[in-house]
């Protein structure tokens, strides 16, 4: 059974940062795409950013030039950055990764606020 399990939720400032992380139970390379998702209230859940097994990214337009995601293959572990953080960042953040089932780890909260 693959786990993922996040951390590095919290509360920030707008205009701070965080590095959330997700690690997986097996091999990271199992899987051919690994991503962040969030969910703010009464909103729909969204992509993040995504890394594929080859390596190559794609995040939304909204954090385009803001968050970056990164891995560290030998932790099986996926790092999103995420800088100049904004209030309408405040979400649920979910790391997911997909083999040939999907999975979804348990959700960390990211607050923007002062």
């Known amino acids: 059974q693959v786990q993922l399990v996040e951390s590095g939720g919290g509360l920030v400032q707008p205009g701070g940062s965080l590095r959330l992380s997700c690690t997986a139970s097996g091999n990271i390379f199992s899987f051919y795409v690994m991503g962040w998702y969030r969910q703010a209230p009464g909103k729909q859940r969204e992509l993040v950013a995504a890394i594929t097994s080859g390596g190559s990214t794609n995040s939304a337009d909204s954090v385009k030039g803001r968050f970056t995601i990164s891995r560290d293959i030998a932790k099986n572990t996926v790092y999103p950055q995420m800088n100049s953080l904004k209030p309408e960042d405040t979400a649920v953040y979910y790391c997911?990764?997909?083999?040939?089932?999907?999975?979804w780890g348990q959700g960390t909260q990211v607050t923007v606020s002062w």
């Open positions: 997911n990764a997909q083999a040939a089932f999907g999975y």
